[in-house]
T-cell receptor, first 112, second 115 residues
Framework: KQEVTQIPAALSVPEGENLVLNCSFTDSAIYNLQWFRQDPGKGLTSLLLIQSSQREQTSGRLNASLDKSSGRSTLYIAASQPGDSATYLCAVKKGGAQKLVFGQGTRLTINP | ETGVTQTPRHLVMGMTNKKSLKCEQHLGHNAMYWYKQSAKKPLELMFVYNFKEQTENNSVPSRFSPECPNSSHLFLHLHTLQPEDSALYLC??????????????FGSGTRLTVV
């Protein structure tokens, strides 16, 4: 059974810092991994999608990496801003059942 | 807007009521999903529809009844719910459930409170 873990559960940093969010998964047989952002009480906004054959994807200040063999992904946020405050979720699309399995998220707070 | 629209945004219902949640996507996707998000728990997949056919029911109680009349619309009919069913219900779509090159697109969710 695929399990996805995100560490830390919560993170608070001053504005301007670079930071890394971690995601690990137990079964390396995945098709892709997707990072989402969720603002309080709102839906999910897709940030980056990494295919299993890729090592990283970049969008603006965001960079996501994937190491399938070790079951890890990181989301790097450069020059953090208060508007980056949200919960960040990673999800893997596993083979076989073709399900999207989510971690519990990291709640990020950027302090002005 | 993501292209996936959910209505209503908020819903308060009594345990004896019958209500429906609606999801509509204009992305040309063929797979649609219902997820439940409860406090302090990961998102839970409830139902999957692919080309209007239900392909997965993740052991969801029968008081939740999905309907997919076409690839653009998905409903979740609710009846005799329990307070523990209070949660954020999220709809998502993808090109089709087997396609891997593109990700999922989520709606803004319906915040359901059962009283």
């Amino acid at each position: 059974k695929q399990e996805v873990t995100q560490i830390p559960a919560a993170l608070s940093v001053p504005e301007g810092e670079n930071l890394v969010l971690n995601c690990s998964f137990t079964d390396s047989a995945i098709y892709n991994l997707q990072w989402f952002r969720q603002d309080p009480g709102k839906g999910l906004t897709s940030l980056l999608l990494i295919q299993s054959s890729q090592r990283e994807q970049t969008s603006g200040r965001l960079n996501a990496s994937l190491d399938k063999s070790s079951g890890r992904s990181t989301l790097y946020i450069a020059a953090s801003q208060p508007g980056d405050s949200a919960t960040y979720l990673c999800a893997v699309k596993k083979g076989g059942a073709q399900k999207l399995v989510f971690g519990q998220g990291t709640r990020l707070t950027i302090n002005p | 807007e993501t292209g996936v629209t959910q209505t209503p945004r908020h819903l308060v219902m009594g345990m004896t009521n019958k209500k429906s949640l609606k999801c509509e996507q204009h992305l040309g996707h063929n797979a649609m999903y219902w997820y439940k998000q409860s406090a302090k728990k990961p998102l839970e997949l409830m139902f999957v529809y692919n080309f209007k056919e239900q392909t997965e029911n993740n052991s969801v109680p029968s008081r939740f009844s999905p309907e997919c009349p076409n690839s653009s619309h998905l409903f979740l009919h609710l009846h005799t719910l329990q307070p523990e069913d209070s949660a954020l219900y999220l709809c998502a779509s993808s090109r089709d459930r087997w396609e891997s090159n593109y990700g999922y697109t989520f709606g803004s969710g319906t915040r359901l409170t059962v009283v």
